[in-house]
């Protein structure tokens, strides 16, 4: 059972415009929601991160949007380069667990 | 900047094997964990820890054994390697909970069970 989902499997967009990355959760406890990017051949690294209690937070070209009522949050990548493309994982975690919660991964291509 | 390092990077093993990934962070972080990424499944946990001599079952715990012998080292065991264990394992370390919330990750050791 996939406690954390994300859509689409991939995405391929062109250079300039914004990339929307989907994520959706089902357990009411989870009040950490994490982005890791990972580029091939390396270890997945932090990108951006939310707290619960904010229905958004912004990095940059890097936007977390979240909808507790819905348990769902996006990753908007603004102004996509080629060098955005990567595969992003969203996480979660809360509660009394010490584990973070992973999805199975969403690959983006920038197309320049 | 924190610093997890993984060893081997490499690893060709034979079935029924004893194969031994090491792990060492220098971020003094009380948490290590030990994931395996493969196509199509993601991230998933195998074992964690939360602290020299500590080592708690994650969600893929079959096969495996795990051992934590100092704040800096968590090693992964596998005690008789199976080609189903072929896969990417990523160590990572961080103190998730509260207000510490951020895993570092090593760079991977690609594991081939033939």
């Known amino acids: 059972q996939q406690q954390v989902r994300q859509s689409p499997q991939s995405l391929t967009v062109w250079e300039g415009e914004t990339a929307i990355l989907n994520c959706s959760y089902e357990?009411?406890?989870?009040?950490?929601f994490p982005w890791y990017q990972q580029f091939p051949g390396e270890g997945p690294a932090l990108l951006i991160s939310i707290l619960s209690v904010s229905n958004k937070k912004e990095d940059g070209r890097f936007t977390i949007f979240f909808n507790k009522r819905e348990k769902k949050l996006s990753l908007h990548i603004a102004d996509s380069q080629p060098g955005d493309s990567a595969t992003y994982f969203c996480?979660?975690?809360?509660?009394?667990?010490?584990?973070?919660?992973f999805g199975l991964g969403t690959t983006l291509q920038v197309q320049p | 900047e924190a610093a997890v390092t993984q060893s081997p990077r490499n690893k060709v093993a034979v079935t029924g094997g004893k194969v031994t990934l090491s792990c060492n962070q220098t971020?003094?972080?009380?948490?290590m964990y030990w994931y395996r990424q493969d196509t199509g499944h993601g991230l998933r946990l195998i074992h964690y820890s939360y602290g020299a001599g500590s080592t708690e079952k994650g969600d893929i715990p079959d096969g495996y054994k795990a051992s934590r012998p100092s704040q800096e080292n968590f090693s992964l065991i596998l005690e008789l390697a199976t080609p189903s264990q072929t896969s990417v394992y990523f160590c990572a370390s961080g103190d998730v909970g509260g207000s510490q919330n951020t895993l570092y990750f090593g760079a991977g050791t690609r594991l081939s069970v033939l």
């Open positions: 971020n003094n972080h009380n948490n």
């Open positions: 357990n009411s406890a989870f009040d950490y």
């Open positions: 996480a979660a975690t809360g509660g009394n667990t010490r584990k973070l919660i």
